[in-house]
């Protein structure tokens, strides 16, 4: 599992003054955005140099509690499969202050060139590190 | 069936040049904003005055194609379910310029009081509205 | 003058439930792709496939009064000024509903190479757009 | 001065793949939001429960070199003049890699009550924090 910390910032609550659902996939990607910093150069690297991205394929949220501003959202990546070019992901999203588990996501994406989107098998720095966080 | 038409805008794209895949939960809101616009004063009416939002308890995505800069998304909305205090829809989202379909969604929202986020009886007016456009 | 109307989406107001103040820029932007539009192609054409976009250099917004959740502005953009690499605009954002001037902004951008960012001389056909919206 | 870390983030590029100009907004606010923490309670209690907020009355930006994708910020706030009911702050964008400065941003704010948007006199608590960061 890979923790993520993610403050909810002024911008991201809607005007019902909770943190857009859609806000939600930024907060996942955010948080596979630092669990790819392991990577040499990190996600920019992958995609802006090596041309490869994940994009998403499939994703599925229940939300359970809303997010509001001055909370502070824990993000918890766990690998749940490594395909050949497929990488399943669920992210649970939990509020720091009372614990409360406020979403959980299926998350499906792709190995990709960014160029072309096309799928591209993982590469093995990418698989090695995934490898650590499966559930 | 209710369509919505939504080009994608400059600044909706990602570091790959597509649509980021958050961005789909705000092109399938602007879809319901403009169904509701048939309520009288619209979504801002029932959520500002009457206290009455319809927040995201699941959305499932299924991404086909990608949408970029330039493309025209339309978002077919269909209701497949009015419950009690809740109601399914499912998006569909497609490339106007090809029809090739970008994505589809499965959505459920609630009713809900804005101000204390709980669960409401969905409002007359916006069940008679649903019930047009049910799959 | 070209008159470009936007109303206020759910998402764009803060946890103040005001427009947030960056958001202007999105408007303003939005403005310019829609007066953009007479361009062959459009400005998905000219960036994307003539490689010409319109950086922002300089702007400055005075802040009046605020936009909300269901507010719809009118934004109108008058060219000031067509130089050889660069263009001034006047963008003034009111309130449909009761015609209040919510903010003003002046905002220079230049013509560049977006896979370079070099400026480039204005081409002839955004110079003769911009001339029929002089102020 | 008081200098806040801004990685650039996936989605803040637009379709010119660099930082769209607006989004500068959203880094110098992030910037003031990191600033408050020392009050008590942060940004979040001062907005939420003090009902206390600094909307932005004034911004003018210059740009002087893009961020990409992989770039990460440095802004460094620094109030320039701590008025009756407003603030004046100088926010300089550095690339943090080759220290080129991105842009430059004079900003004025003023102190107001969330629920009605109208001013009132800065908090002692606030004026303290200021105070310390004056350039």
């Known amino acids: 599992m890979f923790r993520f910390e993610r403050p909810v910032r002024f911008v991201e609550v809607d005007a019902a003054r909770i943190v857009f659902f859609g806000r939600f996939c930024d ?10 910093e392991r990577l040499d ?7 802006m140099v090596r041309d490869i991205g994940v994009p998403t394929v ?4 229940d939300f359970k509690a809303p997010l509001r501003y001055g909370d502070v959202a824990l993000v918890d990546v766990e690998v749940l499969r490594i395909g050949e070019r497929s990488i399943g992901f669920r992210h ?17 994406v792709v190995t990709a060139r960014i160029s072309r989107i096309e799928t591209v098998p993982i590469p093995d720095d ?10």
Chains 1, 2, 3, 4 share one sequence.
Request: glycine share 6%; net charge neutral.
């Open 27 to 36: 907060y996942c990607h955010d948080a596979l955005e630092a669990l790819f």
């Open 41 to 47: 150069g990190g996600y920019p690297r992958l995609t």
């Open 58 to 61: 499939h994703i599925a949220f």
């Open 92 to 108: 649970t999203l939990t509020r720091k202050a009372d614990q409360v588990v406020c979403a959980v996501a299926h998350h499906v």
């Open 126 to 135: 990418l698989r090695a590190l995934l490898g650590e966080h499966l559930a």
